[in-house]
Nanobody, 122 residues
Framework: QVQLVESGGRLVQAGGSLRLSCAASGRNFSRSAMGWFRQAPGDEREFVAAIAWNGGNAFYAHSVKGRFTISSDKAKNTVYLQMNSLKVEDAAVYYC???????????????WGQGTQVSVSS
């Protein structure tokens, strides 16, 4: 059974930093991409970042590029999202996603975590 377990979400002040973690189990993701999405209240879930497990290219949403960094640790089967210079508008539930696929309409994923709440105060 595939499990993606996120951690690290909490309340942080605007301008601060936070690192999210996603521990994957139950499947070998070594030939696929992992990533992060987020969903704020009243909004649709949106793509944040993706990375290939083989250490290849990373992809970012325009709104987070230059502030967020996605990385992976194969030995720990864990994906991270380092978030710097956080803004109030970054507040959302952040979801880890496995087996991401780029589509003409955007990124899609086959596996999802339960989400971790990130709150940003002004």
């Amino acid at each position: 059974q595939v499990q993606l377990v996120e951690s690290g979400g909490r309340l942080v002040q605007a301008g601060g930093s936070l690192r999210l973690s996603c521990a994957a189990s139950g499947r070998n993701f070594s030939r696929s991409a992992m990533g992060w999405f987020r969903q704020a209240p009243g909004d649709e879930r949106e793509f944040v970042a993706a990375i290939a497990w083989n250490g290849g290219n990373a992809f970012y949403a325009h709104s987070v590029k230059g502030r967020f960094t996605i990385s992976s640790d194969k030995a720990k089967n864990t994906v991270y999202l380092q978030m710097n210079s956080l803004k109030v508008e970054d507040a959302a539930v952040y979801y880890c996603a496995g087996d991401l696929h780029p589509r003409p309409t955007g990124w899609e994923a086959d596996y999802w975590g339960q989400g971790t709440q990130v709150s940003v105060s002004s």
